[in-house]
């Protein structure tokens, strides 16, 4: 019997395929949005405009804010809330956890179907979430709604995935993710860090995670110049891996960090 010799379903490509997808995570105040917002000088450059998925409504004050003040022209984001005032107020009342977790099952059904037309469009490029900690919260919701004893279901089950597939579906585009900062922990004592307010296993489906923050104390001519960078995990270029300070002031934008990822 003849063996089947087609190998037309493999390659032997190596070059990288994947467009960069980075988070950044800080504390309040710390720059994250706006950041974000810069992209819109990349997404010039390349003849795009930046898509958002706006999940805090307070985001789209501070994108046009920014967008004004670099002579940017405004991205597309998202007409309506994923979850309307009037729904909050009801699922801020409810107790009934079918009626919690059919409810944030239609947000990420809408947050996907969003999500999907940005990425299905040639002339969107990056795509923003802001923010990655909310739809983390909404994916964990819509299994378990609002319960705080799931455990490790939360985290590592289907939780896990769903925020996987979401991001490996717009490998084809830039993407960049938005989340909080909490206290870091080992077990039950503080280390005095911080980290992300989101999945656990953010490394393994982001190309890099940089971190945003700002110093409340000393003496800057420009408040501007409070404002930092650094470089926590990346794949994208490994002798940044761990490297405080990359940018600072208004150096902090998305061109010129992804101009140090991927030099190319």
Not at 132 to 157: E, M, N
Not at 169 to 195: F, M, N, S
Request: net charge negative.
């Amino acid at each position: 019997m003849a063996k089947n010799t087609d190998l037309s379903a493999f390659t032997q490509d190596f070059q990288r395929r994947e467009e960069p997808c980075i988070a950044v995570f800080g504390p309040e105040g710390s720059g994250k949005t706006n950041l974000a917002a810069t992209a819109g000088e990349w997404a010039l450059a390349n003849g795009t405009t930046p898509g958002w998925l706006i999940c805090d409504r307070k985001s789209r004050k501070t994108v046009k804010e920014s967008c004004d003040r670099l002579g940017l022209p405004y991205p597309y984001m998202n007409a309506n809330d994923f979850i309307s005032q009037q729904d909050a107020l009801k699922l801020a009342s409810n107790e009934d956890t079918k009626v919690v977790i059919e409810a944030y099952k239609r947000t990420m059904t809408k947050f996907i179907e969003a999500a999907v037309q940005l990425g299905s469009s040639d002339k969107i490029n990056p795509i923003v979430f802001d923010s990655g900690t909310q739809v983390w919260d909404w994916i964990a919701y819509s299994h378990f709604g609002r319960k705080q004893d799931v455990g490790k279901s939360r985290v590592w089950g289907y939780p896990k995935q769903d925020w996987t597939d979401i991001v490996d579906a717009l490998q084809h585009k830039t993407v960049i993710i938005t989340l909080r900062a909490k206290d870091e922990y080992q077990g039950d004592t503080r280390t005095g860090r911080a980290t992300w307010d989101g999945p656990p296993h953010l490394g393994y489906t982001v190309t890099s995670v940089v971190r945003v923050g700002f110093d409340k104390k000393g003496n800057y001519d420009d408040h501007v110049e409070r404002f930092y960078l650094d470089v926590v995990e990346s794949q994208d270029n490994k002798g940044l891996e761990g490297v405080d300070r990359v940018l600072s002031g208004e150096s902090v934008t998305f061109t010129n960090l992804l101009s140090m990822l991927r030099p190319e």
